[in-house]
């Protein structure tokens, strides 16, 4: 038999039954597992009866500008043969370039180097005089002809052929792919993020027997962007092909 305290203290009310009600069928849904598989999670707050969803969005793009920094070297006793030399070596390069589909306007000769080893009271060894003067010259490509680069790329060894020696910094070739048209795809990779959140939240609602309320809060996540074939040494840089992704965040309330 029971005391009246001990029956009070048995007795819950309404809204506490409600409470515990739903606590129960949250954390069924819970053990069942929280994360749903694909491109949303969530995670609720029992007390607060509010979900917090994340949804996540991802795009394959290709690269729309390609930077190619391209460094040509000659060394020699003789500054002026060295000169004619090099100059002859940056015809090559313009013209190689040129005949695989560049345009002058995307072809930027740098300044030219010289470094007379000689002069340099730093060096720590003795100098060879057959090879005393190094020059070296930059030619820049900057162009939205992405595969043309790419090209042109896998085909330099017809310069090797020809006698035009690379620097070492620059050979193999190191290519910048780059894409710059984040903001045109913003806005519907923001609206897929956010509608997976919410379908996160929908689905975790028909899972509990609540219903999905107003926004408490949101917030945009970074976009990223990835190298669209992932390896240990990847780098989004040197891939022409990549994957944007956002993951956005965005917390309801529960009915």
Avoid: C, H
Avoid at 16 to 32: E, P
Avoid at 77 to 96: P, S
Avoid at 133 to 162: M, P
Avoid at 188 to 206: H, I, P, S, V, Y
Wanted: glycine letters at 8%.
């Amino acid at each position: 038999m029971f005391s009246r305290e001990e029956n009070m203290n048995m007795e819950f009310t309404a809204e506490q039954k409600g409470r515990l009600w739903l606590a129960g069928i949250i954390a069924l849904g819970l053990a069942l597992g929280g994360f749903f598989p694909g491109r949303y999670y969530y995670k609720a707050k029992v007390l607060d009866r509010t979900v917090t969803v994340k949804g996540l969005a991802e795009k394959e793009v290709k690269a729309d500008i390609a930077v190619w920094n391209i460094r040509i070297i000659r060394a020699g006793a003789n500054l002026e043969t060295l000169r004619g030399r090099l100059a002859a070596d940056q015809k090559a390069v313009v013209k190689f370039l040129a005949e695989g589909g560049l345009d002058q306007a995307e072809i930027l000769p740098g300044r030219l180097e010289t470094l007379d080893q000689l002069a340099n009271q730093y060096r720590s060894e003795r100098v060879n005089p057959d090879n005393r003067y190094i020059l070296k010259q930059t030619v820049l490509v900057r162009t939205t002809k992405v595969d043309a680069v790419e090209k042109l790329v896998g085909r330099t060894e017809g310069l090797l052929r020809q006698g035009v020696i690379f620097d070492g910094d620059s050979y193999p070739p190191s290519v910048s792919y780059l894409f710059t048209r984040l903001n045109d795809v913003k806005p519907d990779m923001l609206r897929e993020a956010t509608g997976n959140a919410r379908q996160a939240a929908d689905e975790f609602a028909k899972n509990s027997g609540a219903r999905v309320g107003d926004i408490k809060s949101a917030s945009q996540g970074q976009f990223s962007i990835l190298p669209l074939y992932q390896t240990p040494d990847a780098q989004e840089t040197q891939q022409k092909d990549k994957k944007l992704r956002v993951v956005s965040t965005v917390e309801y309330f529960l009915k």
